[in-house]
Every structure is written in C-alpha cells, then in structure tokens.
C-alpha cells in the first residue's frame, strides 16, 4: 500500500487516529527496529509501557503506560508513583517489538560513569516536561554523566547495511561536550575506528565538523569524527539552530549519507547534506549495531541534551517518508 493510501484509509477509517511515525516507515518499507519515546507511542496501536522509572526512597519501579492505544505517556501515573520522591528513568522501551531497550550505559573506553560499577547516571524522570496536545509529559533530560545503551540489539543495520533514524529534542539545551548522540554505535564500548558509528550529534561541538554561525548543529557522529558534510570540516549549509523543539535525522547507504533537520511544530525538513561519504574509512561503513543516548560511542560522558522520542529504522528511508513523519510529529504538537 502506498503511503498517501495508507493515510488515507486511516483519515477515513477511524478519523482520531492517525499513522504512527513507525506505521509510516514500515509503508515506506524501512520499518523501524527501534523505537524509543518517553512523550508518546510512536505505532497508531501501540499499548504497551514506554518507559520504567524508579523511586530514589524505596527503589521501587513502575512502567509508565500510554493513557491509549497509540496515546500519549501518562504522565499523571508517574506523578503518583513518584509522589514528592525523586524518581529517575531506568528503562526506555523499544515499541517495535525487537527488545532494543535502552537502560543506563556501561562504563566504555572513554567514559567511567558514577552510576555504580562505572554504568552512566539515569535521567532525572521530571527534569524535562513539555506537553503534547496539550497535556503534560516528560523528556530525557541528559545532563553530562549520564548515558542509555544497548550492545546486544536485533535487527539494528550493521557492516555497510542501510539504516534511517530521527530524534525529536530540545534545541535549546546542548553543550560543545562529547557526545550528545543518539544511534548507532560500537557494541564493545569502546571506539574502534572510522566508520563504525552512525549516529544524531547534537550540539555545538567544534572538535571535528561544524556549520554556520555558531551553533547548535544537527551532525552525524560516525566515529572519529562529528560530520556536517562529506568530509570532517566546517560546511555553511549546516545551519544553526534556533527552535525549541528540532528534528534531527541521519540516514546512511552504500557510499551515501543525508542530514536533515527542522523545527517540528512549525516547519518542514530540509536536507542539509546528501551524497557520498568520506573516502578516510567511512567507505564500506563498519556499523556495529548498539544503540546509544547522550553518550558517544566510547561511552563519553561530556554533553547534555534533552530527547522526546526517536527511532531507528532498517533500509533507507525516502525523504517523502520522513516528511510524513514531520507531519506526524506537528500532529502530535509539542509545546513547552
Ligand atoms: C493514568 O494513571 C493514573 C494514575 O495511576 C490512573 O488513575 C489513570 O487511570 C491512568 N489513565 C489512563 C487513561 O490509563
Ligand atoms: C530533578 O528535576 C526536578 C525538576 O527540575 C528538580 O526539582 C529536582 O531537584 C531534580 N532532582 C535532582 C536529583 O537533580
């Protein structure tokens, strides 16, 4: 079915509900592998927990559930079971059914967190709330120290395999630190060269890549090495970015990269850079398939970031794709 039919069917079928950004890729063919949110579910029918907390007191966990099939967090629950405690994000779940859940990342060769044992500090569960339509939820606040991971994933593009991702987040909060990521990345913790990353940077970091004025930039970290274009340098075309909310996307094929990015309760994506990698080890990629949230690949602990939701898929998504996708995230109308 194609896409434009598909909306289609479900504006005529059940006017309320709408495609999820997954529903959206899976009839662009690039399905997602991953699917992670704290604000919302990212299918049209999606009911199961999108995320864990747990209570500083008593250490006790509890899943936050959306209020609906395909709704959004309820955040009222968290409130209640975290009632005056502080309370911090210990699970993110992958809503694609490939158990490629996020908790917090283990010590790597570039980072030593103070979460215990060297793991990452978790997010403080009520640091970062906005709404969506209308309603209070809560973000990822990620502030430096603190980090999500998966090395052991399903499914998630390895070797030179095409993938797509986006990320949802706050274009207010970042720092020139490494690494504000979300994506791909090393399995073993630690950096083992070029090409085998493929990640969202977001920030202000000047160490590698850069674009215009003074930041923050949407990049691609696709180790050693933060990318704004072709090769590690400053490329005018990467604009700063000024919105509160941002949508930032990395997609990467056989000798093929695009970014693209734009303030999802206002505009449309633009591409920011699409064509072929770097010929310095990027060309075959070396993909290993773990997932990480604020943090790099060799578990750098230094930037801060905040994420609302965000995906992976397998294949290569259309831009016509991700441009429903946008469409699907104003429809969701996030606001502080
Ligand atoms: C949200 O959580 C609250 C508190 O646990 C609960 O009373 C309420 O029924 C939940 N709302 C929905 C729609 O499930
Ligand atoms: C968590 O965030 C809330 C809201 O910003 C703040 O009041 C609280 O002090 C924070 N807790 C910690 C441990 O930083």
């Known amino acids: ?53 747990q209570r500083h007191g008593n250490g006790k966990t509890h899943d936050i559930d959306p209020v609906a099939n395909g709704g959004i967090a309820n955040s009222t629950d968290q409130d209640s079971f975290c009632d005056g405690d502080e309370c911090v994000i210990t699970i993110i779940y992958d809503q694609s059914g490939h158990s490629n859940h996020l908790s917090h990342a283990p010590p790597g060769g570039n980072g030593y967190g103070d979460g215990g044992d060297g793991y990452d500090l978790q997010a403080n569960a009520t640091a970062a709330p906005i709404k969506i339509q209308g309603q209070k939820v809560y ?3 990620i502030a430096p120290g603190m ?21 949802v987040l706050d274009g207010t909060h970042y720092n020139d630190g490494c690494c504000f990521d979300y994506g791909n990345a090393e399995t073993s913790n630690d950096d083992t060269g070029n090409g085998h990353m493929e990640a969202i940077y977001f920030g202000t970091s000047t160490g ?27 490329y005018q075309t990467d604009p700063s970015i000024d919105s509160r909310f941002v ?20 505009g449309s994506l633009s ?4 064509g072929p990698r770097s010929a310095d080890g990027y060309n075959p990629m070396s993909k290993e398939g773990a997932i990480i949230l604020g943090i790099g690949g060799d578990n750098s602990l230094g930037a801060e970031g905040t994420f609302y939701e965000g995906v992976m898929t397998s294949g290569y998504p259309t831009d016509e794709t991700e441009n429903a996708v946008q469409a699907d995230i104003k429809g969701a109308e996030y606001s502080v």
């Not at 063919?29 to 009911?47: D, G, I, K, W």
Request: aromatic share 10%; charged share 10%.
């Open 1 to 53: 079915m194609s896409l434009q039919l598909l909306i289609s069917v479900i504006a005529i079928a059940a006017p309320i509900v709408r495609a999820g950004p997954c529903d959206l890729y899976s009839s662009g063919q690039t399905p997602c592998v991953a699917a992670h949110s704290t604000t919302r579910a990212l299918y049209s029918n999606y009911a199961g927990p999108l995320y864990q907390v």
């Open 139 to 141: 973000g990822v606040y």
């Open 147 to 167: 980090g999500y991971r998966n090395d052991q994933t399903n499914g998630v593009a390895t070797g030179d395999q095409p993938e797509g991702m986006y990320a």
């Open 208 to 234: 590698w890549g850069s674009g215009a004025g003074s930041g923050p930039w949407i990049m691609a970290d696709l180790e050693n090495g933060v990318f704004s274009g072709q090769e590690i340098a400053q």
């Open 247 to 266: 949508t930032a996307i990395v997609k990467g094929e056989a000798n093929h990269w695009a970014l693209r990015g734009g303030d999802p309760t206002s």
């Open 271 to 274: 591409t920011y850079y699409s």
